[in-house]
């Protein structure tokens, strides 16, 4: 199995990036699939999680500016992501967990202008 989260990039205040979350040997309907970010200093903190039955969640700060989504067809997940802040600024990783838990390698967002 392996993850790969791509997406990231270098955008200003207010801009929008969609991440993307793809897989090998592994079909995300059947797992809850999540988004979560690491700023220098910090913890790995949950951004966004969509379960395999469709139901999503959010953190506080991103709530009414992110979008998760699911295309099963596809079989990718996607972090829809904007009125960006400084704040928003981390490594963004996808994480796929069921019986087992998968990660993603990272992908870098900066937010700046």
């Known amino acids: 199995v392996e993850i790969v989260d791509s997406g990231g990039g270098l955008v200003q205040p207010g801009g929008s990036l969609r991440l993307t979350c793809s897989g090998s040997?592994?079909?995300?309907?059947?797992?809850?699939t999540s988004w979560y970010r690491q700023s220098p200093g910090k913890e790995r903190e949950l951004v966004a999680a969509i379960t395999g039955d469709g139901e999503v969640e959010y953190a506080d700060a991103v709530k009414g500016r992110f979008i998760i989504s699911r295309d099963n067809r596809k079989n990718m997940v996607y972090l829809q992501m904007n009125s960006l802040k400084p704040e928003d600024t981390a490594v963004y990783f996808c994480?796929?967990?069921?019986?087992?838990?998968?990660w993603g390698q990272g992908t870098q967002v900066t937010v700046s202008s």
């Open positions: 994480n796929a967990r069921a019986i087992r838990m998968y």
């Open positions: 040997a592994i079909f995300f309907a059947q797992y809850t």
